[in-house]
């Protein structure tokens, strides 16, 4: 393999909502969009590329929703990190189906269905070319999973964090909603923060930032930019350290 057909990255961290898997259901998971997600990071693993995922929950149960109409917000979170480990289950099922060995690690007990987290467990499983699937958020409540995501890569050592999403990157304002939307190429953590740009939680951008993570969005939904992104091509926004 040339240099130029190496990949830019050793070890990645795929986070991915749970609406993403719906594809254009209401509810639960698109048979077809999990198989196609499932492909394309197969085909990173047999690049070489170390690929642990970190899935939410929202097309199952999103307990902050549930908090808000009256539930106990404890109650609602615990049911929100059970609806993370069955896409975490879906996922592996989709990963296996196309020949990659997978390992669902919860941040709570539940060892009859996977496997507990434990930090050196899952470096061992992503240096012998496993997938590690980062289930249940982490551990606790008050937390989303994209807290979860940037502490398990900082965690890993990831490379980088990706956040797959149903937009091509981060805009201005909503370009659903306004068709002048303006995308970014490139932000530092501190302009995210500043102008509260939708891109992670707070306390995610944060702790990308303190511990210089780079993170970069991308549209889940366009075939190969996920690979063409690992390759090396600027797709979707770059989040990084300001460079001045």
Known sequence: MSESQRPSFKRILLKLSGEALMGEQDYGIDPDVISRVAREVADLSRLGVEVAIVIGGGNIFRGAGLAQAGMD???????????????????????????????????????????????????????????????????????????????????????????????????????????????????????????????????????CRDNNLPLRICNIFKEGDLMRLIMGEPIGTLVERSQT
């Open 73 to 207: 917000r404890v109650t609602a979170d615990h049911m929100g990190m059970l609806a993370t480990v069955m896409n975490g289950l879906a996922m592996q099922d989709a990963l296996e189906n196309v020949g990659k060995f997978c390992r669902v690690m919860s941040a709570i007990k539940i060892n009859q269905v996977c496997e507990d987290y434990i930090r050196r467990r899952a470096l061992r499983h992503l240096e012998k070319g496993r997938i590690v699937v980062f289930a249940a958020g982490t551990g606790n409540p008050f937390f989303t999973t994209d807290t979860a995501a940037s502490l398990r890569a900082i965690e890993i050592n990831a490379d980088i964090m990706i956040k797959a999403t149903k937009v091509d990157g981060v805009y201005d304002r909503d370009p659903k909603r306004y068709a002048d939307a303006q995308r970014f190429e490139r932000l530092s953590y501190d302009e995210v923060l500043t102008r509260r740009l939708e891109v992670m939680d707070a306390t995610a951008i944060v702790m």
